[in-house]
């Protein structure tokens, strides 16, 4: 089969001591093991959805990890975690590794509580060198043996925190690796005889041990000790400039260079790391890989098999599709209609151009179009600029890497009152993905905010009607919505941009909050049918929210029940309810939201069911407060 061969099995994998018994095998059966990785990975994601392509690439490079330093005593972080599933297989997980991004199964990403071969989570790009860093300082001063190693996509490095922490960690002389996982592969390797010797020699042990007599005795040598040294020095630049141009960037920073090399060349790993061994201070081993690899589908589209559903592996299709419209294509579409009539109109990407819908913009207007990197700060402050400029940029975010730009947000829009639009996508419970990626915190960031209008469409036509008022506002504009498709129910015309009585009724106020509408229309008809009737009060603008529908409901009912898919504190409830309390002091009041620090993984429908955010549980706690 062209794609992918289902019948090498497991056999020599499954019987293994791990990671143990992996140093004991020949060539030819760590062969055979990274082809049965390869196997179970595709065998799991295509049943359980996941980060396919980048953990094809990563296999032989985990092996060899593995093989040559010691996961017991050295500390090995992957960056963003998107890498990590050889890793779980390799260290104790194989029997678990079916549970992957299940409910109450293995993460998708490495975490500490799994196992003490994780030794820090990730999640989020580009913090694996400074998490290394600090690693190897506690390591040194507690006296600790072992070294700390960070894995580091060329993606993950575009981040502007990736290049704080090499720039502390080359002045700082710590013994740190870190592991560039580079799969562009329009990087190309070195070429020529003498590159390739001048590469052997660098690491091999001998010179490795000359190399290190040499910068110890030769500038303590008196009289032509330190002209000498300055010498050798400066030829090594030159040959470094004339035959390794790419890693000259590295060794300004302080780091030795190395590479690149085949990231699937398992021989040739193992020798580079174990020379490495016996460096000290940072070094930087830049290694070609390719996304993908074992999967041909995977290996043709990398961007499309990154995170990917359930899918079928001898076709490469998802599992379940549906013509449902989901609200990133809305997005994609709307805003390209919107820029094909105001030439001012840019859209901005942090490295998600597909996920945010983008990928038609991007075609359609590329001058307008700025793909920013893994750089969401960088992105916020450039639409800031964009703005200043007289442009109307959006910047489409997930709403978990939206985090990470907050004091952009503050200091460079808001505080400027700037007409930037923030499209926040996968706002609310997003799955699968764990704690690290829900979009669950972002109204408690976003309401604080002076001049920041907050949206929270329900369904894809207000979504479109939202983004027609931002591209004219003159002020800033944030837009939440959810992943997936809309709710299945129509929504009523009636239902306006701001705050909006859609049903009436004497018992209880029902007041929800952007995707929660449609599951409060349906609750309020299933308290219907049992003698209570529900005044629900829609909200699509959470700030600045309009009052009044919702004070002259609890006027009447004398009960409200605020329902929205975010953290319970600092959400909209919390911020409407000390003004309600001031007019009506007597009124009985809930918050339904996401209660807890943490929201674990599973899928959508699997955590709204856990914090009662589905037509049943807010009927059941409707009813508490009724009651």
């Known amino acids: 089969m062209k794609s992918f061969d289902q019948k090498s099995g497991q056999n020599l994998l499954e019987n293994l001591q791990l ?38 690439g990563v296999v032989e490079l985990t092996m060899a990890l593995l093989l040559e330093f010691d996961p017991e005593n050295d500390r090995i972080i992957f960056d963003v975690g ?40 990730t999640g989020h790009s580009s913090t694996s060198i400074s998490a290394a860093l600090g690693l190897s300082r506690a390591m040194r001063r507690l006296g600790k043996a072992g070294r700390a190693v960070a894995v580091i996509g060329d993606g993950a490095l575009t981040g502007g925190m990736s290049f704080e922490a090499l720039n502390d960690a080359g002045q700082a002389r710590e013994n740190l690796l870190v592991v560039l996982n580079d799969n562009q592969m329009s990087i190309g390797r070195n070429v020529g005889g003498l590159s390739r010797h001048l590469e052997k020699l660098r690491i091999s042990p001998n010179y490795i041990r000359l190399k290190s007599g040499i910068d110890t005795v030769l500038p303590k040598t008196p009289l032509i000790g330190r002209p000498i040294y300055n010498l050798l020095q400066l030829f090594k630049r030159y040959l470094r400039q004339l035959f390794q141009r790419q890693g ?13 090399i085949d990231g699937h060349d398992l021989d040739t790993l193992r020798r580079h790391l174990r020379s490495i061994r016996l460096l000290k201070g940072p070094v930087m081993l830049h ?54 009539k105001d030439p001012k109109i840019c859209a901005i990407s942090a490295a998600m151009t597909a996920g945010t819908g983008l990928s038609d913009f991007a075609r359609r207007f590329p001058d307008r179009f700025f793909d920013v990197g893994i750089a969401e700060q960088h992105a916020v402050t450039m639409a800031a600029g964009l703005a200043a400029g007289g442009m109307k940029p959006f910047v489409a975010l997930y709403s978990t890497f939206l985090q990470r730009a907050y004091d952009q947000l503050l200091h460079d829009i808001c505080l400027q009152e700037l007409p930037v639009v923030l499209s926040i996508d996968r706002a609310g419970l997003v799955g699968e993905d764990g704690e690290t990626h829900q979009g669950i915190y972002d109204l408690s960031l976003l309401l604080p905010l002076p001049g920041l209008e907050v949206f929270c469409p329900p369904d894809c036509r207000r979504l479109g009607e939202v983004l027609a008022y931002a591209a004219t506002a003159e002020h800033p504009v944030a837009i939440r919505y959810p992943r997936g498709q809309e709710w299945p129910d129509p929504l009523p015309e009636q239902l306006s941009l701001r705050t909006t009585q859609l049903k009436g009724g004497k018992d209880i106020s029902i007041v929800a909050l952007g995707t929660m509408i449609g599951p409060c229309l349906r609750a309020a008809a299933l308290l219907a049918d049992q003698g209570f ?30 329902v929205e898919e975010v953290v319970t504190t600092g959400g909209f409830g919390q911020m409407i309810l000390p003004a309600l309390l001031a007019q009506k002091p007597t009124i009985r009041a809930s918050i339904l939201a996401v209660d807890g620090d943490k929201v674990s993984q599973g899928s959508r429908q699997q955590l709204l069911e856990i914090h009662g955010l589905t037509p049943e549980g807010i009927v059941a706690r409707a009813k508490n407060l009724m009651l």
């Open 82 to 121: 998107h890498q990590s599933y050889t890793w779980k297989i390799l260290t104790g997980r194989l029997d678990r590794f079916f549970t992957l991004r299940k409910k109450e199964g293995l993460s998708g990403f490495p975490k500490c509580c799994e196992s003490p071969f994780d030794c820090f989570n």
């Open 287 to 340: 290694v070609l890989t390719q996304k993908g690899k074992g999967y041909s589908f995977a290996e043709e589209s990398p961007d499309v098999y990154h995170g990917v559903a359930p899918f079928v592996i001898e076709n490469g299709v998802a599992n379940g599709i549906s013509g449902g419209r989901t609200f990133s294509e809305m997005f994609g579409r709307s805003l390209s209609d919107l820029a094909a």
């Open 248 to 260: 000259i960037f590295f060794e300004q920073l302080g780091f030795r260079y190395y590479g690149p």
């Open 533 to 562: 009737q529900a005044e629900v009060i829609a909200v699509v603008c959470a700030k600045p929210a309009d009052l009044q529908p919702i004070f002259r409901s609890v006027a009447i009912t004398g009960r409200v029940l605020f």
């Open 19 to 56: 990671p143990d018994q992996l140093k004991s095998l020949s060539k030819a059966e760590l062969a055979q093991v990274a082809s049965e990785i390869r196997n179970l990975i595709i065998r799991t994601v295509a049943r359980n959805g996941g980060h396919l392509a980048s953990n094809l």
